[in-house]
């Protein structure tokens, strides 16, 4: 019953950080958060992205020892999810490594990766939002209800 309550709430948790993360550069662009901070260069205004990041990396490790410990479904399509989310995590995992190297690049460079990363996380967005259509509580019980698991 831990796990699975863990297992819900650490996951939700990571698919609210990527929705605030997605937000945070186009709001600190436009400079609406930082009311004491427009002096400051955009790539300092932009340091809770990158704690943020590494976070949801991290915490994605945590969800998914958490979960992989609860109960399985036999579900269709539930073990697809699980390589879904697994393809998930390692991208999140990419994803930092493709922002530690944005922060120091400029130019033409710089705007190569920086179309990388955005494309990085529409990657991320699909496989979490199909992670959740197959292995979510909600499908589950809808497949339970149709006597599928
Ligand atoms: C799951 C994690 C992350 C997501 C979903 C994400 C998403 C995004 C998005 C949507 C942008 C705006 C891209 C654009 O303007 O086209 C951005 C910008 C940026 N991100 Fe991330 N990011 C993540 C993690 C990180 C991390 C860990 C770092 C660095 C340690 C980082 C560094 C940057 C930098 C430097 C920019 C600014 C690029 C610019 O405006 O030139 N990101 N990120």
Do not use: D
Request: proline share 5%.
């Amino acid at each position: 019953m831990i796990a699975l309550v863990l297992g819900e709430a650490t996951g939700w948790l990571v698919a609210a950080l990527v929705a605030a993360n997605i937000s945070l550069p186009y709001l600190l662009r436009r400079r609406r958060l930082a009311p004491h901070g427009w002096s400051l260069p955009y790539l300092e205004r932009m340091r809770p992205h990158y704690w943020i990041g590494v976070t949801i990396a991290g915490l994605s490790l945590v969800h998914a020892g958490v979960a992989m410990s609860g109960p399985m479904s036999r579900s269709p399509g539930y073990g697809a999810g699980l390589w879904v989310a697994t393809g998930a995590m390692l991208v999140a995992g990419g994803q930092v490594m493709i922002g530690m190297r944005l922060r120091s690049l400029r130019g033409s460079e710089r705007l190569r990766l920086r179309k990388t990363h955005y494309r990085v996380m529409a990657m991320l967005v699909v496989l979490g939002l199909l992670h959740v259509a197959l292995n979510g509580a909600l499908p589950q019980s809808i497949s339970r209800i149709g006597g599928l698991a």
